[in-house]
């Protein structure tokens, strides 16, 4: 259809109908760019909104498990504490055997942590940097 205009006018040398023409055809591809390039930066958005969530669960789920092992790792040194006390000064009263050998053994031993590493390690991998301000 816009072929035949378009042949039609440069017959009858109609150069601002081909000039019309022309301009119409040049808009219609570069709208067409623009609609292409929006929806591709939508995509992204939602792309790195949904990696930010993820990521501030993952943030979430390991800040709670070192709340929990904090606490405990409090206890235990608590407990700790108590018994190597007591062995030093000589108060072995009211410390049972196992609770004197688990107290001095643990001493030694530190917890592991180690967080889940999904979105942000799989981001990295795959080499999508999560930047302050975009």
Excluded at 32 to 38: A, E, R, Y
Excluded at 61 to 82: C, I, K, P, Q
Excluded at 92 to 109: C, F, H, K, P
Aim: aromatic share 4%.
């Amino acid at each position: 259809m816009i072929l035949a205009r378009i042949t039609k006018a440069l017959k009858d040398q109609n150069w601002l109908a081909v000039s019309l023409e022309f301009i119409i055809v040049i808009l219609g591809v570069v709208i067409g760019f623009q609609v292409t390039q929006w929806s591709s930066s939508q995509a992204e958005a939602e792309r790195r909104a949904v990696a930010l969530d993820r990521l501030h669960d993952e943030v979430e789920d390991a800040v709670s498990a070192l709340r929990l092992m904090t606490t405990n790792y409090d206890r235990l040194n608590t407990s700790r504490t108590e018994v190597i006390e007591r062995l030093i000064a000589g108060d072995l009263e009211g410390i049972g055997s196992d609770a004197a050998i688990s107290s001095v053994t643990s001493t030694s031993l530190l917890p592991a942590f180690s967080p889940r590493q999904g979105v942000l390690h799989r981001n990295h991998q795959l080499g999508h940097a999560v930047q302050p301000g975009r």
